[in-house]
């Protein structure tokens, strides 16, 4: 949205670029390319919001800091930089809103984040649970490590839109006993938007929460340009309101993932994702957090 590479007077939320994939997925590998897909199609988002009278990069003190160092598929050698990279945005006193990227960038945004907030929760909004058995650096994993490193704290931690097949037969069930609350897509759809909101934020309290929104928690009809589609998911305009709905508490940090730009139809996927980060900015701007 032409937000700046820095500003003077200091920054309210800065966008941390992580083209990073973890290169495992056995059919589609791509998501390194979703930043700058992103970026481009940002191009259509116009920074003022006529309904509010907001400018989401103004008001907001937005900028974009680039990309993190890194390569794909070698974690030891590239999550530091993209952890210091957020570290960095942190210590100047913003919001990092953290692009990637596969959902394994998740993790290297959470070593930032949570060691600087006691009983960090995380609200991670996916068609899957990324919090798989056994060991490794996969995006099946990213929230069992991030357990095992003591980065947040699972019981006052989500995974929402929850559906389709998977390899383990153990995924829901080790993300249970690991602690996390899990909703699935048919939950979601039977309570409706409004009351999932608020069942998340009742449990969140005033406690420190990081946001995580994976792109193919939607309908793949409306985002076809993800790691691992799964049908029945959430219609662009439910999954926009839940965004809405959230950002009515303050949030200490924000990442969006799984955009993969060679299976994207026209950028539509990628042109979602940034209107799914400029309702995130809006909240952050609506409600004097900034």
Same mark, same amino acid.
């Given at each position: 949205?032409?937000a700046?590479a ?12 992580i083209p ?8 589609r ?29 103004? /008001? ?11 390569v ?5 050698a590239?999550?530091?930089?993209a952890?210091s990279?957020v ?5 100047r ?38 919090s798989?058995p056994?060991?490794g650096?996969?995006?099946a ?13 699972p ?7 929850l ?5 383990d ?7 249970? /006993? ?14 409706g938007?409004?009351?999932?909101a ?5 449990l969140?309290g ?17 985002a ?6 799964a ?6 305009a439910?999954?926009?309101a ?35 980060m400029a ?9 004097g957090?900034?």
């Open positions: 949205m032409g700046p820095d500003r003077d007077g200091g920054i309210g939320a800065a966008i941390v670029g990073f994939d973890a290169g495992t997925h056995p059919t590998i791509g998501s390194r390319l979703g930043p700058s897909a992103i970026r481009d199609q940002s191009a259509l988002i116009m920074p003022f919001d006529p309904a509010s009278g907001i400018d989401l990069v103004e /008001e907001n003190g937005l900028v974009d800091v680039g990309d993190a160092a890194v794909s598929g070698q974690v030891e590239s999550f530091p930089n952890t990279l570290e960095d945005v942190i210590d006193g913003a919001v990092p809103l953290a692009i990637g990227g596969d959902g394994l960038i998740t993790l290297p945004v959470l070593r930032a984040v949570g060691p600087r907030h006691d009983g960090l929760a995380v609200v991670h909004i996916d068609a899957h649970t990324d798989y056994g060991p650096f996969t995006t994993h990213t929230f069992t490590r991030a357990v095992e490193e003591g980065l947040i704290d019981r006052r931690s989500f995974h929402i839109g559906r389709g097949t998977t390899y037969p153990a995924a829901w069930h080790h993300a249970e /006993e690991l602690g996390f609350n899990l909703i699935t897509m048919d939950q979601w759809q039977q309570m938007t409004g009351e999932l608020a069942l998340v934020l009742g969140l005033q406690g420190s929460a990081h946001l995580s929104f994976d792109m193919d928690v939607f309908d793949p009809s409306v076809p340009g993800v790691c691992t589609p049908w029945g998911g959430v219609a662009a439910d999954g926009l839940l965004i809405d709905e959230l950002s009515a508490r303050s949030w200490v940090g924000f990442d969006l993932q799984t955009v993969s730009p060679p299976h994207d139809v026209g950028g539509m996927t990628a042109l979602l994702a940034g209107t799914v309702r995130f900015l809006l909240g952050l701007a609506s409600t957090r900034i």
